[in-house]
């Protein structure tokens, strides 16, 4: 069952841009409340409390708006800075208990690979996955073991353990491999015909401007002999 804390939230009573940044000046993020069959509320929290929720991994928040009453809520989306990583703007979907939601969930692979001990490399190609289950049931990650993967092994999301859950995506998606290990050849090419033949040209080329220079200066002299005579 995922872990439920509690955060407070404060109704912003202008949007933009600019108030965003206003308020992030201040220590606090915007956001966005919504819930079907509700208005949507524009909202804004506090950053360190924010970040304490964040590094929970909770699934489930006990929203409360201008000291209101307590509303579950799951994270939908959080936009980060992406040189400092800090909190943007985060979007909370009320929920209840007995409906069933998607939110994405963080993979976590654990093990060592026995193709890696070979040389290969873990690849990891969904960091996140989707689900649907009911609020309660939202796993805090899947954890996926890698340990018996050789070398051109994967697990596909139909071999991905979902026990109240389910993994909103193609079966036979791949989550995590091993690849062969990468090897970096440096062949010499050698000159063939092809690429040899630009070269003879070239040289003719100069030749014959050589040789044409060589007129130009002869004629001069040829003409000085006449003279002469």
Not at 139 to 157: C, E, F, G, Q, Y
Request: net charge neutral.
């Amino acid at each position: 069952m995922a872990e439920v804390v509690t955060l407070q939230a404060t109704a912003r009573q202008s949007r933009g841009k600019k108030s965003a940044k206003q308020d992030r000046r201040k220590g606090v993020v915007p956001g966005i409340y919504y819930m079907r069959g509700e208005d949507s509320v524009a909202i804004s929290v506090d950053d360190k409390a924010l970040r304490r929720v964040l590094m929970s991994d909770a699934k489930i928040i006990d929203v409360v708006i201008d000291g209101g009453a307590q509303t579950k809520c799951v994270i939908r989306e959080v936009q980060y800075e992406p040189i400092k990583g800090s909190p943007l703007h985060i979007d909370l979907m009320g929920v209840k208990l007995t409906e069933k939601v998607r939110v994405k969930v963080p993979v976590q692979a654990t093990g060592a690979a026995a193709g890696v001990k070979e040389g290969g490399v873990l690849q990891i190609v969904f960091r996140e996955l989707e689900v649907e289950a009911l609020p309660l049931d939202i796993p805090d990650h899947i954890t996926i073991d890698v340990s018996a993967l050789k070398i051109n092994d994967a697990i596909h999301v139909r071999e991905v353990a979902q026990d109240k859950f389910k993994v909103l995506a193609d079966a036979d998606a791949v989550v995590v491999a091993v690849l062969p290990p990468r090897l970096e050849e440096v062949a010499a090419v050698a000159p063939t015909e092809e690429t040899a033949q630009p070269e003879v040209i070239g040289r003719a080329k100069k030749e014959e401007e050589g040789e044409a220079e060589a007129g130009k200066e002869a004629k001069p002299e040829k003409k000085a002999e006449k003279e002469k005579k």
